[in-house]
T-cell receptor, first 114, second 116 residues
Framework: AQSVAQPEDQVNVAEGNPLTVKCTYS??????LFWYVQYPNRGLQFLLK??????LVKGSYGFEAEFNKSQTSFHLKKPSALVSDSALYFC????????????FGQGTTLQVKP | NAGVMQNPRHLVRRRGQEARLRCSPM?????VYWYRQLPEEGLKFMVY????????ESGMPKERFSAEFPKEGPSILRIQQVVRGDSAAYFC??????????????FGDGTRLSIL
């Protein structure tokens, strides 16, 4: 069965500091991995994806994520956090061969304090 | 290019009534997905449709819930005889047809369903 774990319900960082939001996954076969951000009362916005190739992927708004196959992780990172980055972040996985269903983690609330 | 459009944004129904949620995918997208987000939880997959076809409905409750994506018009998620436990945010997403599994899904802003 496919699953995604986001071990932290909330991450607090000071503005200007680096941030990491953790994600580990379990899937048979090759994973397709995604990060989304959700602002209050809005839908999910796509940030970045890993399909194949370079383990470090860069996405929108200065975010990046590193795919680590041995640790089955796909942590989201940003070198310098902004207050406007405060939101709910979701990691999602899809099996490369499957029909399209995304499996989401529970979400991590990021709070960036001035 | 308009994004995924969902309506209504908010829907209030009494127990036993029917709820119809609509989703118009992004232009050029022929794959539609429905997800449900319960309070304090992540999104759970419900159903995946292409035009006139249900591809995967493994996340749909067996009773009262149905979905369609007709040749013309929006995709509809229909919930009959609603119960309090149906209160949630329902999100629609779409993706283009080419190598759909590699494409990110683009989400609408959701319909927040409240059952009185």
């Amino acid at each position: 069965a496919q699953s995604v774990a986001q071990p932290e319900d909330q991450v607090n960082v000071a503005e200007g500091n680096p941030l990491t939001v953790k994600c580990t996954y379990s899937v048979s076969g090759n994973p397709y991995l995604f990060w989304y951000v959700q602002y209050p009362n809005r839908g999910l916005q796509f940030l970045l994806k890993y399909i194949t190739g370079d383990n470090l992927v860069k996405g929108s708004y200065g975010f990046e994520a590193e795919f680590n196959k041995s640790q089955t992780s796909f942590h989201l990172k940003k070198p310098s956090a902004l207050v406007s980055d405060s939101a709910l972040y979701f990691c999602a996985v899809r099996r490369s061969s499957n029909t399209g269903k995304l499996i989401f983690g529970q979400g991590t609330t990021l709070q960036v304090k001035p | 290019n308009a994004g995924v459009m969902q309506n209504p944004r908010h829907l209030v129904r009494r127990r036993g009534q029917e709820a119809r949620l609509r989703c118009s995918p992004m232009k050029g997208h022929s794959h539609v997905y429905w997800y449900r987000q319960l309070p304090e939880e992540g999104l759970k997959f419900m159903v995946y449709l292409q035009k006139e076809n249900i591809i995967d409905e493994s996340g749909m409750p067996k009773e009262r819930f149905s979905a369609e994506f007709p040749k013309e018009g929006p995709s509809i998620l229909r919930i009959q005889q609603v119960v309090r436990g149906d209160s949630a945010a329902y999100f629609c997403a779409s993706s283009p047809p080419a190598t759909a599994e590699e494409q990110p899904q683009h989400f609408g802003d959701g319909t927040r369903l409240s059952i009185l």
